[in-house]
T-cell receptor, first 113, second 107 residues
Framework: KAGVTQTPRYLIKTRGQQVTLSCSPI?????VSWYQQTPGQGLQFLFE???????NKGNFPGRFSGRQFSNSRSEMNVSTLELGDSALYLC????????????FGQGTRLTVV | KNEVEQSPQNLTAQEGEFITINCSYS?????LHWLQQHPGGGIVSLFM???GKKKHGRLIATINIQEKHSSLHITASHPRDSAVYIC?????????FGKGTRLHILP
């Protein structure tokens, strides 16, 4: 079966702009979680959606938001981009909670200039 | 606040050697993940543990809940095992990652 698909793979944006990233989970998975990876902070948990509801949230400012659609596809939005938002953004899908096996996408590399 | 510490940060070994990567966490958790990340960013989930030991091929993962410690072992290491290995603890509806161990296996 198809894996987790993230689009786009690469993105360059200007400070102050906003960006939307997309994640299509493995068929049948209802949980999608998002992560930010930077050289300085490593991997950090952004939020998790299950059946269109945000179930868990990490410690990120309100500029970072997300949503999940009825087909379990999820989008992540970052508004008013800052240089520090440059990172690899990864999503993962699973059938259950965060303590179940997760399958990761290839990530979207966002560069803010 | 839960802290997740990995050691060593970097490890270079010869092909065939037995590899151990350690992960310690500071508060009770419901599960611990071991992940592998290759250059280019793709992450593969290796194990999800809540107790005991799991084995998959040449990889073995153990967890000691009382000591809040987990280890990832690689037997008969191979250059294709070169990657960053990351542990992640799950608790209180959050997931916290270690900084990763960069493993380089020399042929």
């Amino acid at each position: 079966k198809a894996g987790v698909t993230q689009t786009p793979r690469y993105l360059i944006k200007t400070r102050g702009q906003q960006v939307t990233l997309s994640c299509s989970p493995i068929s049948g998975h209802r949980s999608v979680s998002w992560y930010q990876q930077t050289p300085g902070q490593g991997l950090q948990f952004l939020f998790e959606y299950f059946s269109e509801t945000q179930r868990n949230k990490g410690n990120f400012p309100g500029r970072f938001s997300g949503r999940q659609f009825s087909n379990s596809r999820s989008e992540m939005n970052v508004s008013t981009l800052e240089l520090g938002d440059s990172a690899l953004y990864l999503c993962a899908s699973s059938w259950g909670q965060l303590n179940t096996e997760a399958f990761f996408g290839q990530g979207t590399r966002l560069t803010v200039v | 606040k839960n802290e997740v510490e990995q050691s060593p940060q970097n490890l270079t070994a010869q092909e065939g050697e037995f590899i151990t990567i350690n992960c310690s966490y500071s508060v009770g958790i419901s599960a611990l993940h071991w992940l592998q990340q290759h250059p280019g960013g793709g992450i593969v989930s290796l194990f999800m543990l809540s107790s005991g030991k799991k084995k998959h091929g040449r990889l073995i993962a153990t967890i000691n809940i009382q000591e809040k410690h987990s280890s990832l072992h690689i037997t008969a290491s191979h250059p294709r095992d070169s990657a960053v290995y990351i542990c992640a603890s799950v608790g209180e509806n959050k997931i916290i990652f270690g900084k990763g161990t960069r493993l380089h296996i020399l042929p």
